[in-house]
């Protein structure tokens, strides 16, 4: 009976963290898209809110430019208390993308205490991240990789050369060239446009639209000046004249 009970209360419990996980996914993923970060496309399955696919377009100015890489972000029943995972889809050379597609970013990592990870307990997750912050942090990895810990041995090797040569050494610049080439395909594919130029990359809000009903602004002015006169009158009609 007790063993019956347990089962039941840790079932409920899950089915609660669920229905909680769900709530706060469907709030980021109509922030997501009433506000959209720069750079990137999101969209969702209908059929299942726990998997997000994500476009990724290259910053202009940079090796990944006029690229369009797409990746899956999988969320655990418990988020925002742990971390998604992310993979991309189609390749995409760089030091912290493993072979497999899976990237490697420390706010993607769960907040445990790890000293041999090199990292910081504040640059890892915590249930203030959201999906918003990782992308963020995604084009900020794609400027700068981190090469200290790289998920990718070869491509961290050919990024430092290339860097440290200021270009001479093109190895790494070539294999993301040809990645770029390929993810074009994809892009056309998907329907997907892929913006080239700093215009065409930064996003533009649209402004909120005037309320329909405009109020008068000077409608509060005459209520309490018309207040003072029915004043002044009641004034002059209480006999308190002079003597």
């Not at 899950?14 to 706060?24: K, L, M």
């Not at 997750?125 to 942090?137: F, G, H, Y």
């Not at 790494?172 to 390929?182: F, G, L, N």
């Not at 109020?215 to 002059?236: K, R, V």
Request: with cysteine; aromatic share 10%.
């Amino acid at each position: 009976m007790a063993a019956s009970a347990t089962r039941a209360s840790s079932s409920s419990a899950s089915t609660f963290g669920a229905s909680s996980a769900s709530r706060a996914l469907q709030l980021e993923l109509k922030g997501l898209q009433s506000e959209p970060v720069e750079g990137f496309t999101v969209t969702c399955d209908d059929n299942c809110l726990f998997k997000w696919t994500v476009g990724i377009f290259g910053p202009p100015g940079t090796l990944y430019q006029g690229g369009y890489f797409k990746a899956q972000l999988s969320f655990p029943s418990n988020y925002p208390y742990s971390p998604p995972t992310m993979k991309f889809i189609n390749t995409i050379w760089h030091p912290n993308v493993y072979e497999n597609g899976d990237l490697c970013i420390s706010i993607l990592h769960a907040p445990i205490d790890d000293p041999q990870s090199g990292e910081l307990p504040s640059e890892r997750w915590n249930p203030t991240q959201s999906v918003r912050t990782i992308l963020l942090s995604v084009i900020s990895l794609l400027n700068e990789p981190n090469t200290s810990s790289p998920a990718n041995v070869d491509a961290s090797v050919m990024f430092r050369a290339w860097r440290d040569s200021k270009g001479v050494d093109a190895r790494y610049a070539d294999r993301v060239k040809a990645d770029v080439e390929k993810s074009k395909k994809v892009a056309q594919e998907d329907g997907v446009k892929v913006p080239e130029t700093v215009e065409e990359y930064t996003v533009k809000h649209k402004k909120p639209e005037p309320d329909s009903m405009e109020i008068d602004e000077d409608y509060y002015d005459y209520e309490y000046e018309s207040d003072n006169e029915d004043d002044d009158e009641h004034d002059d009609d209480s006999g308190q004249g002079d003597d």
